[in-house]
Structures are given as structure tokens and as C-alpha cells.
């Protein structure tokens, strides 16, 4: 991506500022609706010029970190590297809570210390934690914005970004799977907090569910599980609705039959 | 936009680089929810760094590639010349359809060949067709983010897409119009699949819409059909809901007087 | 954020131009469904290359310029300096309402002349207003596309942008601020046109609200005011819905005892 000028002008270092990415990514619980993720966008602009942002998703399991957990490890763990995440589901706002940052062999991820980050941190190889000051002057109720965007921004830009060594981050004990629906998206497929990197047997109203490829392989209308795009296991309905079809909510368990 | 500096300092291709703008518009029907747009656009990004990504929809006719292909040729008409549309309105991913890279004489557009680029295809005055490769990395259920966006960002930014020349595309023989309801909006406006450059006599529920240039031109909870901004015939209640008002779907068919 | 070349390369001008942040904040009633927002990106892009958009939120009171008009006086107060903010509440879209930009000591804001910046500019300690022309070929349904996205680009970048000094916008004598609901995010929390810098006392139902500094201050369920994260009086419910708890909706009066 790197290029040397013909002429004799070769600052690097100047070359170097508009080659590198520097990438903020937002996963929130907040929905498209309000001024909230615009302003966590200007936050993390206005803290690091260079930076983009890319909204992942707004519609993370709203006010459950644990859920959310695991679709934010599912969800971010092919994004190229050095790219930052920028995670905010946080029921807490304003209480005792620490901010938190993590820092795997792929990328830095902040958040609030209630488990939003730990299944991230056990799929990675490596995993330190760092706690992340708050502000005097931030709000009380929205530190998306005056915390975690201004602190990912800054990660993202290398500047310098003060944080203190911890090793008792919420989550740690948490599983690396757990047969509950984490997600129901916008066409009514069920998300699992299990890894489809192998054929999985679930039963589902006493009726096991065929396993799949995908959509494509099951007729109309018939249900199926798979590994879904994010790595995940699905309850899908080919153009239809699982949840609707087995009234599913998010926390609910499915039978997980090996 | 170009320009030279004043000291010597010539590199016009360095220059270029930063001057043109690389855009990729995206237009679904994945819904704001879930990870899907966001891992779109994180694709783009990864596959050509420079490259913009306008969100332009993603409430497109959901499964519906033959009306969603109305809307598309008329929401990108407008766009500057040489953005690159990027559009899914795919059931059959991970099947046995191809995807597609379109030239016209404005832009590239790229996406399942199911018909959904056929309408702008008609509306151009050159268009040429290729079949693009599907990676056997790319996930089954995904092609948005793992063959559409990437080859998207990559026909942007000027870099090597490997593709194939066909004749033989879904929807060459889809008509130019349809007196048919192609997409509602949020505010409960009917699109129809007829272009609006002359007045067209519509009735609904056995009695004919008055034509007119805007809302402004009916009094408050009227009903009228008029060219609307994106070049489409309307039917729309001033600050009403004409969908609500008439009981309409996509897909329903308008009687056309003339 | 400027940096000078280290061997004779000094053109500053070139430099200046990557180093600026040209941005626009969009706010509007158009919903994220559509094609309306993303096309309001396009314009602007294409009316200024450099220009970055910021979607600060587009679920602003449909219809309802004056509520609006205090939302948005709220939300973009702490938005750098020089930053542009284009608004559209516009429901006289195409009659004869004015096109205005209004120019404050922080940045400019354009928007339709129905007072939708009246009260940014009441809290602005020098406010400027001029009308903008509307082009010829601007559609009738869509000013937000056609004329104020792409005044708001030219204006961030810096281009010329014609328009006539004005003394008369709409709104100028409405009061700063008014003890009804302006807003419902998607939590159900309900803000007030009262700005929270003191303690408020509200009665709701007969009943007198607490007043916190934030939700976790108060037990889960209980209903509480305070000041939000834009600086506004809100009415909330924690981890519930204020507006479904007080069947509140936008433009309903409270109590104010002080």
C-alpha cells in the first residue's frame, strides 16, 4: 500500500499516516433510534481525525452483557487485524463498574468490565486486561461517548491512551459455550452461543433438527440448523421465521443432544 | 479536484490517489439489524482501503430480487458516475445461482444474478455482463460480505477482478415497467414500478388519483400519485399513510388508465 | 495535526487540505428506511470529495419542526467547532417555505425556514441567518437531497455557497425552552424541552419524580428525572420504559413546580 514518490519527496512518515487504516468498529445495544450512535461516531472523530468508523451492529442483546458476549466474539473475530472494537452494552452506566480494555493478539477491544469482552478474550491466544480511567467531566449516563469511543479512537490512531493493569476482569469464569439463543435477527434466525466449526444434534419440541448447510438445502419453509456466517450455530427457517415457528427469545435453552 | 503543488513536488498518480473518490454504495434488504451491513462494509474496507461506503438502503423488497430491481434502477440513477453499486436481494445464496458484474456507461454494479441488476441494465445505454468467481472460502449463506462487497471495493478502487463475459442474465426479459407497488416507505408512500416523466392516470378502490407535482399541491390527509424524487410514480397521502390508506403491499397490482 | 515535510516539499496548502476535517451531521425525520438518507450522503460526497458525514439521527419528531427544534439544539452543542449540521424536519417540502443557513460563533447549520434552527440559534451567542437558493432543478419531495445536503458539503469544504442576509426566520419568538416531551429514544425515555443544568421539580400522574444523577441511583423499575447525556430534562424508568410506564408521547405537557 506503501509507495515512494518518483521525485525525491519521500517522507515516509507522511506517506505512512494516510496508508494505515485506523478503524474503530461499534457494536452497541442502543438501536439506530436517537442521537446516541451519531455522537459516539463525532466522539471518536473528534478525538482522532483519521479514524473511521464502521457500525457493526446496534442491536446487541439489549441491557445483557452475557448474551452479548459471545455474539461480540462471534461477531468481530474476522475483522482484519488492528482494527478496534468499540463494544457498549452496559446496564450499569454510572455505577461502580470499571471501563476496561483488552488487548489480544488481533486487536484492541473496549468496553465496561461486566463480561462484554471475556469470551473474546478466551478465543484469543493472548489476553491482558487494562482498566480504563473515567473522566471527571464525562456524563454520568453515556459512556459510549465520553469514555470507550474517545478511548478506542485514540487506540485505533496510536496515541497515547493511560490505562492500569488488571487481572480480575468480570467474565473470566464465564464458558466458552453454552446451548442458549444469543441473537434472533431481522429475518427470525436464532443465534447460539455455540461454535459451528462441527455438525451439532439440537432438539427443539422433542423433534431433532436437521443439520445443514445452508438455506439452499432444506426445502421452503422447513427448519434447519448450520454453522451461520459468523461461525455460530443458527436456527434457521428457509424463508421464514425460527423464532416466530418456535417461539424463541433470547437466554432461552435448546436441548444439545452430544 | 487535481492539483499540482508549486515546488516541483509533480507525482500526479500520488495526487490522483487521493483526489478520486472510490465509492461503493450498498443496497440490501438485510435490515439495519444484526451484523450484516456492518460486516459488508468491513469487507469493502479490507479489500481496498480508500474506498467510501454509502449505505443508500437495506429495506429493499426482502426475497423479492423482481421488484427489488425497480427500486434499484431508480434509487442509484442519479448517483455520480463511476460509484460502484453493490446489491443483495438474494433468497437463493449458497445455491446454484451465479454472481454477476454488470458495465454500464455509468458504473459497475455487482450482485446475485437473479434478475436484481436487470432493470438497470434496461435503462442503460451499453451494458455488458460477466460472471464473477465464487471463492470456496466464501461462507454459504453470505455472499453480501464475502463475494459482493469485496469485488465491489475492488472494481472501485481500479484493482484486478478476475470475471467472465456472459449473455445470458435472469430478467433480460423483464419488462421496462409494471403497474405494480414496488416498495413502501417508511412513511406509508407506494412506489410503483412506472417511471414518472409524464402524468400517468391511476385508479385505486374504483376511483382516479389526482396527479399532482407534490404533496404541498393537495390539502392535509389527501391522496395524489406523483413523480417522486427518485423518477418513480408515488401514490401518497399528504402527511398520511397511503399504504394504510389503501390497504397496500408489494407486489399488488395498480390499475393503469392510460 | 499539520506536519511540514523534512525536505523542501512545503506546500501547506496541500497539506491543510487533508489535514482539515470537513464534516456534515445530518439530522432528519426520514427514518433509516428508504433510500432517502443514503442519498442524502451521496449528495453531499458529491457536492464536497473530502467531506465526511456523520449520521447523527434521522428519527427526529416527524412532522414536528418545534419539537424538533430544541432536540436539535441539544444534540449537536458539543460537536466540534466548524462542524456543519444539516437538518430536516420539513413537511412544506416544494411549498413556499424559505431554505435557510443560520451561522453561530460554533459552525453553520442549513435547514428548511420553519424553525427547526431557532432554537440553536436562541442558544448561540451570535446567530446569523441568510436564505439559500433552491435550484431550478431541484425536485418538489426532496430538499434534504437536492438542496440542504449539498449546501452543508459546500459549506463544510469551504466552496462558495450564495446566499442573502435575512432577518426574519420562523421561530425567532419561541421561548428557550417549554415543559413538554420532545423526544422518546428507543429505551422509552422521554426528554423535555428543559435544560437540566439544575435540579427540576416535575409531577407526573399527581405524583412528584425524583431527581437523580443517573439511572443506577435508583432502584430497577423506579421512575426518575435527570439530566441526560444531550443536557435536556428526561423522564426515565430504569432498565424499563418511562413512556409506556406515564403513556407519554411527544408533545404531552408535564408539571414543572418550579
Redesign the interface.
Known sequence: ?L?T???????KN?LHR??A?Q?V?L?TD??????????M??AA??AA?RV?V??????APR?RPREAAY?LAA?VEA??KD?VVCAVVD?????ARRAVALKTERRWFVGPDNGLLAIAAKRAQEASWYALPIPDEA????HG??VFAPAAARLAAGLPCPMQRIDDPVGRDWPIEDARVI?I??FGNAMLALWGDRPRRLRLHGKELCWA?????VPKAEALA?C???GLVEIAVR?GSAAARFGLAIGDPVELLD
Not at 442502543?30 to 455522537?39: M, T
Not at 464502521?54 to 442491536?59: A, G, I, Y
Not at 446496564?91 to 455505577?95: A, L, S
Request: glycine share 10%; net charge negative; charged share 20%.
Open positions: 500500500m509507495e514518490s518518483q521525485n525525491g519527496c519521500k517522507n507522511f494516510f496508508a487504516m478503524v468498529v457494536l442502543f438501536g439506530w433510534e436517537g442521537p446516541y450512535i451519531g455522537q461516531e463525532a472523530l473528534a481525525h473511521r464502521v457500525h457493526l451492529m446496534h442491536d441491557f455474539l461477531a475483522l482484519p482494527w446496564p450499569e452506566v454510572g455505577g456524563s454520568a449516563s453515556f461517548r465520553d441473537y435477527d431481522g448447510r445452508t438455506f439452499c438445502d448450520y451461520n456466517s459468523l424463508e
